[in-house]
């Protein structure tokens, strides 16, 4: 699977796995579902109070003006909803910066905006093409707006990379986790899967700095933030798993 790189302040890289091309068709594919569902429905419920029979040019005016929230549905719904819509929660995937932090409402309407142009104008052909070849994923909204799609879903359960990686010989880098209290591991294991489940570089960030404070340790350069705390993770584990 394709990666998103980025560099936080304090030079450490962090990955990021980009939604993959089907899973972003199958989320438009429910946005679109919801948005024909809300046109039939406005339709409907103006058919039932026979405003349809009486007077075109009022059915037609009252119509545009019901179906306006689904012409600016994904504008409104990514904004709401931090980067996703509907059909974007459901397959667990979000439009984030090219930091990895949370877009703004420009570029949200960035990406609405020439979805008309790259998705509704091209049948889609233009954005898949632009998705496939482009080394972030990106479509031409996503282009202009300088954001990128990226998945939700965890490679791997969070418990099959600390704990159950940790064999009786583990070798321990970092024997400062004496500094760290059951209480103290049970905390970084709680933020860490916060982090995790949210693909949070600043909570991750943040989660190093104060382990680096805590056991006055470095970070080494070599290790990415996430093996980092893995680690640390596991050194206790190892340390204290007899006591």
């Not at 429910?30 to 075109?56: A, E, G, H, Q, R």
């Not at 949200?108 to 049948?123: A, E, G, P």
């Not at 990415?224 to 340390?239: A, E, I, R, S, W």
Request: neutral net charge; hydrophobic residues 45%; contains cysteine.
């Amino acid at each position: 699977m394709n990666k998103l790189e980025i560099n936080t302040a304090q030079n450490v890289k962090i990955e990021y796995n980009l939604a993959s091309l089907g899973s972003r068709m199958i989320a438009f594919a429910i946005d679109y579902f919801i948005i024909v569902c809300y046109y039939f429905f406005c339709f409907f419920l103006l058919d039932t109070l026979n405003i349809t029979s009486n007077d075109p040019y009022l059915f037609y005016g009252i119509m545009m003006a019901l179906t306006l929230p689904a012409f600016f549905y994904t504008l409104i719904t990514e904004t709401a909803f931090g980067g996703q819509t509907v059909g974007k929660k459901i397959m667990k995937i979000k439009v984030v910066k090219l930091d990895g932090s949370r877009a703004n409402f420009y570029q949200y309407l960035s990406r609405w905006s020439l979805s008309i142009v790259d998705i509704w104008m091209t049948m889609g052909g233009v954005a898949i093409t632009s998705i496939v070849l482009s080394k972030n994923g990106q479509r031409i909204g996503d282009i202009a707006g300088e954001t990128s799609v990226i998945s939700l879903k965890p490679a791997l359960k969070l418990s099959d990379t600390i704990y159950e990686e940790t064999l009786d010989n583990h070798p321990i880098l970092f024997p400062q986790v004496i500094k760290l209290s059951d209480k103290d591991a049970n905390s970084i294991k709680e933020i860490y899967q916060t982090a995790f489940d949210r693909r949070d570089v600043g909570i991750l960030t943040a989660l190093v700095q104060r382990l680096e404070k805590v056991m006055d340790v470095k970070h080494p350069d070599v290790m990415t933030p996430n093996d980092f705390v893995l680690q640390v993770m596991k050194d206790h584990y190892t340390m204290f798993k007899d006591k």
